[in-house]
């Protein structure tokens, strides 16, 4: 079992990252991931760029107990969940989150929960970069509604 954590500027190579899940692991029989991107529409709004800070030290801590969590839960065996920072333009990528595990539910539902906690709990500030001008991103109910489903057991 293992966990990876970055948190970087550069971006990522969702396949480089895919082939790291798999390389050498004969017992999982599901990998499951997720690539989040910046998309051009929000609030009505077309956006350009996001720019995304957080605070280092405390955003890897939160992602290591989120991932921990998630394994215990479902007994995933490799997780690695990529998060950038910086100013991203459109289309670029933002986020990786990849598991394994034996069986493809509780691949499915372990990234979904890791993705769901992240939104709510990591220490990402988002600003959405108009053409000409700027806000901070607001936490949506949205995010907190979908994470009421993991308070049950599973």
Sequence with gaps: MSIHIQVQTDDFNVGDEHNTLCSNNKSDG???TF???VREFSSGDNVIALELEHYPGMTEQ???SIAEQ???RWQLARI???HRVGYLALGEQIVFVGVTCRHRQAA???AQFIMDYLKNHATFWKKEHF???SNWVEFKQSDK???GRWQKKP
């Design 62 to 64: 939160l992602l290591q």
């Design 70 to 72: 998630a394994q215990t």
């Design 145 to 147: 509604k979908a994470m």
């Design 30 to 32: 599901a990998v499951v």
């Design 108 to 110: 499915f539902e372990g």
């Design 80 to 82: 690695c969940i990529i």
């Design 131 to 133: 053409k000409d001008s």
């Design 35 to 37: 690539t989040g991107l």
